[in-house]
């Protein structure tokens, strides 16, 4: 059986501050443990789709800003009867953060939302809305805080033209700004629905993103059973079993609350351990029989 597993034609600034090429560590276990993987890039023209017989979507990093290209081309593999993972169905439903409505109608906890569209004008009705002083302003298609503003109430003025000209190109969403982010973003990661381990992502000093381009730190702490149950509970909703899942979030009153659910290319923090890629090797030969 042959297996892509799909990257994206790399940026130097996405990798800052990574100390393990992920794709090429786990490329390697898996090449060792017999399986036929070959890299690929989800858009280049010359690849042959359909000699594969499964498509692992791994690190697409730059979908986001080629979001009707990158829909078509997983269409594209639907067509030629290729095993898609994650299955194309929950990927496009993740493609677009609306999705994170869609959970919290099913009573899990979410950080909040409200939604604007494309067009659409942003006035300062947010700040009562949420009973907050700082909002989040980030688009609904998007990844590593790309395009993401905070805006407090008493600088409102300053940062509203900004805003409406984002609001010309695509939605929006806005939520409340959430102290508990300073204590770090959780990302609790899955395979098949298997908890296998968590990272903590702490945004540097004075900021509030917490990716590793941004001058955010990582660590591994062991999480509470608790929070693990928790997290564990935003898969239980998805129509389809998943490779894998990371479900990043912050506790708030020593509970779980989600901020994404990464079913398209999270990075999975499994930093050359055998272990971690045993987790993830398990759930893909599960899955692809």
Known sequence: MKIALAGYKKE????????????????????NKGLNVVPTIWNDPETDWKSFEVVIIKSPWDYHNHLGEFLNWLEHLEELGV???????????????????????????????????????????FFD?????????????????????????????????????????????????????KNGEWSFLFFNGKYSHCSLKTPKQGDFRVQHYHGGSISYPVPYPLHIGQAGAYLKSLPQPVLYARVDGVLINNSFHLMELELIEPYLFLNGEDELQENYYQALMTLMS
């Open 12 to 31: 130097a600034r996405l990798s800052q501050g990574v100390t393990h090429d992920e794709d090429a560590e786990l490329i390697s276990f898996l090449l």
């Open 129 to 181: 809305h949420f009973g907050a002083e700082k909002l989040v302003v980030k688009p609904c298609v998007s990844a590593g805080a790309q395009n993401t503003i905070t805006v407090n109430r008493n600088d409102y003025n300053e940062s509203s033209a900004d805003i409406e000209q984002l609001l010309q190109e695509q939605d929006y969403m806005v939520q409340p700004f959430v102290d508990e982010i």
């Open 83 to 125: 095993k898609v993972l994650n299955p194309v169905e929950i990927i496009r439903w993740n493609s677009d953060k609306h999705y994170l409505k869609s959970i919290a109608e099913k009573g899990l906890p979410v950080i909040p939302a409200e939604y604007l569209k494309k067009g659409s004008v942003f006035n300062d009705r």
